[in-house]
C-alpha cells in the first residue's frame, strides 16, 4: 500500500479559484513529520511547509493553507484565489523513521494548471 | 545561506562516458542525498550520505557511484550509462537523518541529464 496517496493526478482551475491539493498518509510512527513540496517547471524542489505529528493546528500563510486531520491521515493543502503562477506540480511527503533513520517518502504529485 | 547549489543544470552524454554531477550546501547540514526523478514522477532516492558516510544506497546500479568528499559536497560519479537514466537528478541535504530530527530536506535546483 502506498505510503503517501495524493489521488488527483491533474487539475485545472481558472485564475482566482480556490484549489485544494489532497494528501492522505498512513504509518505506523506516533512522531512523524508532514511536508508539501512545489516543483514549478524549472524542476526545483520547493518547501512550502512541515507539520508535526503532534501539532494539529491548522496554518495559513498568505494565500495558502493547510488542514492536518489525524483522525482521517490527511493533510490537504488550499490556495485560495489561485494565480497562474501557481502552476506547478504539489508533492505531499511523510518523514518517518526507517530503522533509527528518518527517511522522506513522496506521494505521487499532483500537477495543478491555473489557467488565466 | 540557505541554498544547495548542483552543477551543471544540463548534461548530456554518450553511453561511453565518464561524467560527474556536483551538489554543495553551506547550510552546516550533516546529511545529503541523491534522487533520481523521471517525468511526472516524484523523486526516487538512489543514495544517502550521514556525516560523510554512505548510509543508504536503495539497490542503485554501480554506474553510478557517489562521493562525498566533506561535509559540504556531493558527487555522484557517472560512467557507461543506459538512454533510460536519462532524469532530473536532484541533490538534498537535512541537518540529520537522526530520529530526533524532522527530516526537512533541501533540494538543489537538479540536472537534467541525457543519454545518448
Known amino acids: 500500500a502506498q505510503k503517501v496517496t495524493q489521488a488527483q493526478t491533474e487539475i485545472s482551475v481558472v485564475e482566482k479559484e480556490d484549489v485544494t491539493l489532497d494528501c492522505v498518509y498512513e504509518?505506523?510512527?506516533?512522531?512523524?513529520?508532514l511536508f508539501w513540496y512545489k516543483q514549478p517547471p524549472s524542476g526545483e524542489l520547493v518547501f512550502l511547509i512541515r507539520?508535526?505529528?503532534?501539532?494539529?493546528q491548522n496554518e495559513i500563510s498568505g494565500r495558502y493553507s493547510w488542514n492536518f486531520q489525524k483522525s482521517t491521515s490527511s493533510f490537504n493543502f488550499t490556495i485560495t484565489a489561485s494565480q497562474v503562477v501557481d502552476s506547478a506540480v504539489y508533492f505531499c511527503a511523510l518523514s518517518e523513521l526507517s530503522g533509527s533513520a528518518r527517511q522522506l517518502t513522496f506521494g505521487s504529485g499532483t500537477q495543478l494548471t491555473v489557467l488565466p | 545561506d540557505t541554498e544547495v547549489t548542483q552543477t551543471p543544470k544540463h548534461l548530456v552524454m554518450g553511453m561511453t562516458n565518464k561524467k560527474s554531477l556536483k551538489c554543495e550546501q553551506h547550510?552546516?547540514?550533516?546529511?545529503m542525498y541523491w534522487y533520481k526523478q523521471k517525468a511526472k514522477k516524484p523523486p526516487e532516492l538512489m543514495f544517502v550520505y550521514s556525516y560523510e558516510k554512505l548510509s543508504i544506497n536503495e539497490s542503485v546500479p554501480s554506474r553510478f557511484s557517489p562521493e562525498c568528499p566533506n561535509s559540504s559536497l556531493l558527487n555522484l560519479h557517472l560512467h557507461a550509462l543506459q538512454p533510460e537514466d536519462s532524469a532530473l537528478y536532484l541533490c538534498?541535504?537535512?541537518?540529520?537523518?537522526?530520529?530526533?530530527?524532522?527530516?526537512?530536506?533541501?533540494f538543489g535546483p537538479g540536472t537534467r541529464l541525457t543519454v545518448l
Open positions: 538534498a541535504s537535512s541537518p540529520s537523518t537522526s530520529g530526533r530530527s524532522t527530516n526537512e530536506q533541501f
Open positions: 507539520r508535526n505529528s503532534f501539532d494539529e
Open positions: 504509518t505506523r510512527d506516533t512522531t512523524y513529520y
Open positions: 547550510m552546516g547540514h550533516r546529511a
